[in-house]
Structures are given as C-alpha cells and as structure tokens.
C-alpha cells in the first residue's frame, strides 16, 4: 500500500523508527485503521512539533493562557498535506495522551478549510478520528455522530488558534468518513511523490 513499510521487528529497527516517523506505516495491515503519532496532547498549552532531522519532539509554541488543545492532536505518518508537513489529526478522546503516543484510530471526518500561508491560501485539512484499540471499538463511526456543539467547539479551536499566530484559518464544512478518506489518499500520494 502506498506510503506503508515495514514495522520495526528488533531494537535497532525500533530506535530507527523513533528517528524516522516515516517508518511507521501509514496503516495497520490487521485492521486498516490509521496511525497516528500524537505531537500535543488534549488540554495542553504547548504545541510540540516532531523534529524529522533530530528525531525528536520540540516544543513549537506556547499557546495564550486560556487556551488548550480541546483533543489529541498529530499526524498520520507517509502523508504530505499542502502545507508540506505530515497530514494533521484531531483524536476525540476522553483522557490525554502524550507527546509521541502511537495510535490506530478510525477516521469520522474531515474539516475542510484553508489557510493564508506566506500569501497564499492552501487547504489545510484536519481529520477527526477516534481511537481503537484491540478491546476498545468507539461508538463513533462518523463526523455526524459527535455532538453538534463539540464541532462548532473543535471548528472554532482552529479559527482562533491561527488567528493568535497571524494566519487567517477558514473553514469549508464538515465531511463525512468518505472524504476523510480521499484527503488521506491524496496525501499519502503527495508524501510518495515527494520521496
């Protein structure tokens, strides 16, 4: 499948795998599920951001006082969004993570918006998911399934989180798993373009 590998089997492939996010697949082979590689956890004030040529995750701004990450929050690895960083996730779960949490989530949906970057407007997708686990199967199979009002609180998040670093975020609506899928594919074909 494009933008998958092999998953690190010894010690030496795992520490690679800590270095190289590419090296994780972008899917489970049992399940299909996604994988997502958590950056900043839910109700954090710091976002972090992984360091492809340190191999670690850096602290990459300090959110205003008031101000928190609403969900977990990273990205799938062997994907490449427009604004050429790994494709971004929102996890709606109940509890945080932490900074480097491997998950396999189902994917609900996708916000599609775009964003002003160095002059220009680009879309900038966020795809919501939710985690599964071998003994955890969430109730949440779309977008429409979560609370009205947990949308507009996670759309809204967006909006004022660019707003306070300089870059205007303007949302297109909310979409179904259908589309959350078609942006993962074309991102996984822009990540195997790149390489």
Same mark, same amino acid.
């Given at each position: 499948?494009?933008?998958?590998?092999?998953?690190?089997? $010894?010690?030496?492939?795992?520490?690679?795998?800590?270095?190289?996010?590419?090296?994780?697949?972008?899917?489970? %082979?049992?399940?299909?599920?996604?994988? !997502?590689?958590?950056?900043?956890?839910? *109700?954090?004030?710091?976002?972090?951001?992984?360091?492809?040529?340190? +191999?670690?995750?850096?602290? &990459?701004?300090?959110?205003? !006082? +008031?101000?928190?990450?609403?969900?977990?929050?990273?990205?799938?690895?062997? $994907?490449?969004?427009?604004?050429?960083?790994?494709?971004?996730?929102?996890? #709606?779960?109940?509890? %945080?993570?932490?900074? *480097?949490?491997?998950?396999?989530?189902?994917?609900?949906?996708?916000?599609?918006?775009?964003?002003?970057?160095?002059?220009?407007?680009?879309?900038?997708?966020?795809? =919501?998911?939710?985690? #599964? $686990? &071998?003994?955890?199967?969430?109730?949440?199979?779309? =977008?429409?399934?979560?609370?009205?009002? $947990?949308?507009?609180?996670?759309? &809204?998040?967006?909006?004022?989180?660019?707003?306070?670093? +300089?870059?205007?975020?303007?949302?297109?609506?909310?979409?179904?798993?259908?589309?959350?899928?078609? #942006?993962?594919?074309?991102?996984?074909?822009?990540?195997?373009?790149?390489?």
């Amino acid at each position: 499948m494009a933008g998958s590998v092999s998953i690190p089997t $010894t010690w030496r492939e795992a520490e690679r795998a800590m270095i190289d996010f590419n090296l994780i697949k972008t899917r489970d %082979p049992e399940t299909g599920c996604v994988n !997502v590689v958590v950056d900043t956890p839910k *109700g954090s004030r710091n976002k972090f951001k992984f360091d492809e040529h340190m +191999g670690f995750f850096r602290l &990459s701004r300090i959110l205003p !006082v +008031g101000m928190a990450f609403p969900f977990d929050f990273g990205s799938v690895p062997g $994907t490449r969004a427009e604004d050429g960083d790994p494709l971004d996730v929102l996890v #709606v779960t109940d509890v %945080p993570s932490f900074c *480097g949490c491997l998950m396999t989530v189902r994917l609900l949906g996708v916000l599609r918006a775009q964003q002003h970057q160095a002059g220009d407007m680009i879309r900038n997708d966020r795809l =919501i998911a939710a985690p #599964v $686990t &071998s003994v955890n199967d969430p109730q949440a199979r779309d =977008i429409h399934d979560l609370p009205p009002q $947990t949308l507009v609180e996670i759309s &809204s998040f967006f909006v004022n989180y660019n707003r306070v670093h +300089g870059r205007e975020f303007v949302p297109d609506g909310w979409h179904g798993r259908d589309a959350a899928e078609v #942006v993962l594919e074309s991102a996984i074909q822009n990540f195997t373009d790149s390489r």
